[in-house]
RNA sequence: GUGGGUGUAGCUCAGGUGGUAGAGCCCCAGGUUGUGGCCCUGGUUGUCGUGGGUUCAAGUCCCAUCACUCACC
């Protein structure tokens, strides 16, 4: 089962909020999905991940196939019984390590042909396969394999990838068609660099095919950032208006809020993950760097409105000593708070489209990170 | 006591034939957008063990001395 419905409009813009339901139950959207690359949000439990109130998470196809591979995870029956994850879980197909693996790998209308990074043994992903490693997992929300390309791009390479993206995308429907008993979902994903009349172009190929939901890939990959709103402004407003709309990749807190504005439903960014793991927290009032000799006897939490379990019980003082000490306790209670921080910030929007206060929101997030600090 | 070796950044060490000092790590500050904890970009730090001598010029050559260290008595 599969099904969104819009509960929340903003007036004055184009946010909005919603409800997925998924096998694995519900999300509330607008959304920020955790990446679990490997079948685990890095330093965190599922448990932990439930305190942070993440509602959904991600995995990712290509990661999973090479290890433990599928054979392993059929045993269990899914991604979610070996992992301990009973919430909804969405796979990446593993187009986007075509464009960050690039130099190990080779595109072709059949598909993407790589090496392992781990082993160096050569696969085949093809649109049929990534859907069949992905009903596999028993991800509720499986996505098409696309080719993304790198920043800056000429015309003609953003056209040829997007057309093979939408030929990918047809193929990927027929084979989830013929595998699906139904409460698997299948977004398909938006493409054509930063040409405006190629995500047009994209837009309508793929939202002609139909899925029950889409993407905006290719976004975030090293272009300005005027120009990744601009591009995501002028392309989700081509998209089914009743499907959820997730911009892939992306991204920080301040693109979030943009985002939201701009339509976007559902996100999922390393940032959080990444940045805890090299010491950088997200707060209300900006990015903090925890490793800052400033810190060193600072008896505050990291975030002193932040309600999540480090802030609750932990100063910045000791977070600095763990993290300089590279203690693994660092990892953990970073990746904490900054999950909780994004997971928040999609909470308190949802909250405020609701109650038709967005624009007051909006004003106010941007207030906070500049009157501190 | 005798003979050898080593003393250069907080640490480990580079610095043919003399031209007033560098690297890695650490530390400090940035970056990080469909993930390997990595990585990238900047930056701070020196009485070159000490005292003499030779020389226009000494980390470098000479003498003395101190510390550490090895071998032998």
């Known amino acids: 089962m599969f099904d969104f419905s819009i509960t929340s409009r903003c007036q004055e813009t184009r946010a909005r909020t ?67 994850w009973d919430g ?14 690039a130099q190990l790998s080779k595109v072709s209308e059949e598909g993407a042909a790589f090496q392992s990074h781990i082993d160096g043994s050569s696969h085949l992903l093809s649109p049929e ?5 992905q009903v596999c997992l028993d991800a509720d929300i499986i996505m098409c394999l696309d080719q993304c390309i790198a920043y800056p791009a ?30 698997q979902a299948l977004f398909g994903i938006v493409q054509g660099g930063m040409f405006r009349e190629l995500r047009a ?16 890939g290719g976004l975030s990959v090293g272009e300005p950032k005027s120009q990744m709103l601009e591009i995501a402004d002028q392309t989700l407003p081509l998209l089914p208006v009743s499907q959820p709309k997730y911009v892939m990749g992306v991204g920080t807190p301040e693109d979030l809020v943009e985002l939201v504005a701009l339509g976007t439903d559902m996100f999922d960014c390393v940032l959080p993950t990444r940045n805890a793991r090299n010491g950088q927290m997200f707060t209300a009032g900006g990015t903090l760097n925890i490793t800052n000799a400033r810190y060193r ?42 999950i909780h921080y994004f997971v928040r910030l999609a909470e308190d929007m949802r909250g405020a489209i609701a109650e038709q206060r967005f624009t007051d929101f909006r004003k106010a997030f941007y207030r906070r990170r500049t009157s501190r600090k």
């Open 129 to 133: 396969k990534t859907v069949a490693i």
């Open 201 to 216: 172009r994209s837009a309508e190929l793929t939202a002609e095919i139909g899925f029950d939901g889409y993407a905006v």
């Open 154 to 183: 000429e015309r003609e390479t953003a056209r040829e990838a997007l057309e093979l993206t939408a030929r990918w995308a047809g193929r990927c429907k027929k084979e989830w068609q013929s595998r699906t008993d139904g409460h």
């Open 18 to 84: 919603g409800v997925i339901d998924t096998a694995h139950g519900t999300v509330r959207t607008p959304v920020f999905m955790p990446v679990g690359t490997l079948g685990t949000v890095k330093a965190l439990s599922p448990e932990e991940l439930v305190q942070c109130g993440a509602q959904i998470i991600l995995g990712n196809t290509y990661h999973l196939y090479l290890r433990p591979g599928c054979e392993v995870i059929e045993h269990f029956s899914g991604l979610h019984r070996f992992m301990n």
């Open 88 to 101: 909804p879980i969405l796979t990446d197909s593993g187009g986007f390590q075509v464009f960050s693996l």
């Open 297 to 338: 006897t600072d008896t505050e939490p990291p975030d002193p409105s932040c309600t999540c379990y480090t802030c609750r019980h932990y100063s910045r003082a000791y977070l600095r000593h763990l993290y300089m000490s590279r203690e693994l306790l660092a990892y953990r209670l970073n990746t904490i708070h900054n």
